[in-house]
């Protein structure tokens, strides 16, 4: 490579991944006339009247400029007054982040060095093994298939000198599934007891559709959740996330969005106020009526484990890779989000539910299609 070049001067920390496949599709679909979108990871609703005002009054009332770097004390107080009520742990702060994303990036740079290994349970949202390559660690991926059930065994059994954390999330996105308070319980105790760090990505919590699973933070104080605004509310473009853990790594974590994210944005951290007090219950209760449908509408079709939370469905391809059937998706004007995205396999795809009845119907359709 020519030593003057721009392309000589790129770090190789980037080099161990490539831009997210859902991205691709994302720029696929704008340059389609009338595509059936289901590989969109956020709510089909808009952000409630109410908390949008709320926005509006902020920025016109002049809340624009920084807030302090873990947020502005009201937002702050109000978390922490819900944190302690759940949990009753002498050591719990809590932080607003920006967007779960900030969170997941600074729970990594705070957490692991060069080397130390974590525990990612395959299949996985897209962004944790790019950014647990990113601060130098090595991602230890636990296959899940074919029910996506977390055993307990195969995590300990995994565990070397080097484990220094385990990446849990449930609901679960790609799949859906939500883990049992069993699998909870046996997670959150065996970190606890080997004394690994246990990061919960609780983004989808709001979403089930059954009893809610616990957090495994009722069975282990030392867990890190990271949570936020940005599906419950629709408010994904707005930035808005919250971590909370024990005092010291939330610290660390404060101290570090300093020096990168600076701070969530002020405004709609002003609006989430609001947020906090809106009732969304209607909405969440939606989203069963539409797993219902589109389960409904594959059965028979596809081999898929019926979600349980979150608004995706992760079913195995007729024969041939998910590649290859996407690729034929797409050509009947359908987009869905191969496997291997998520995934060491290419054996799934992901369908995201996230969409209006008409919308679900057409997707039905075609894949009925390509299964026959």
Not at 267 to 284: I, K
Not at 336 to 356: C, E, L, M, W
């Amino acid at each position: 490579m020519n030593p003057n070049s721009p392309n000589s001067w790129i770090a190789q920390r980037t080099l161990a991944f490539d831009s997210s496949g859902i991205r691709k599709v994302f720029a696929l679909a704008a340059t389609m006339k009338n595509p059936i979108n289901l590989s969109i990871g956020q709510p089909d609703y808009d952000v409630p009247d109410t908390i949008k005002a709320a926005a509006c009054q902020a920025i016109q009332g002049g809340k624009n400029m920084y807030s302090p770097t873990q947020g502005i004390a009201p937002l702050i107080d109000k978390l922490q007054q819900d944190i302690n009520h759940r949990y009753k742990h002498e050591d719990r702060g809590v932080f607003v982040s920006s967007g779960t994303s900030g969170g997941l990036v600074l729970a990594m740079l705070s957490l692991v060095n060069p080397g130390d290994e974590v525990i990612v349970f395959d299949p996985y949202f897209v962004m944790y093994v790019p950014l647990i390559q990113l601060v130098g660690g090595i991602p230890v991926l636990i296959d899940t298939y074919p029910d996506f059930r977390i055993d307990v065994d195969k995590v300990a059994s995994a565990i070397t000198s080097k484990t220094k954390m385990v990446l849990f999330n449930s609901p679960s996105n790609p799949t859906g599934v939500t883990a049992s308070t069993q699998e909870v319980q046996g997670i959150a105790e065996l970190c606890l007891k080997k004394g690994i760090a246990l990061i919960s990505d609780e983004i989808y919590s709001a979403f089930h559709f059954g009893s809610p699973t616990p957090s495994p933070a009722e069975f282990n104080p030392h867990t890190i959740v990271i949570d936020g605004f940005s599906k419950t509310y629709a408010m994904t473009g707005w930035r808005l996330g919250y971590v909370h853990g024990p005092n010291a790594i939330i610290q660390t974590m404060i101290k570090l969005q300093q020096y990168t994210f600076v701070c969530a944005p002020t405004p709609f951290q002003h609006a989430s106020l609001a947020a906090l007090d809106y009732d969304m219950t209607g909405y969440y209760a939606n989203y069963r009526k539409k797993r219902d449908r589109i389960v409904e509408g594959l059965r028979g079709y596809y081999e898929f484990v019926e979600p349980g939370g979150a608004f995706y469905i992760f079913p195995k391809v007729p024969s041939g890779s998910a590649t290859e059937f996407v690729t034929k998706a797409i050509a009947n004007e359908l987009l869905v989000i191969p496997g291997n995205i998520f995934s060491k396999r290419d054996t799934h795809f992901r369908i995201s539910f996230a969409a209006s009845d008409e919308m679900l119907d057409r997707g039905i359709e075609v894949l009925r299609k390509l299964a026959r």
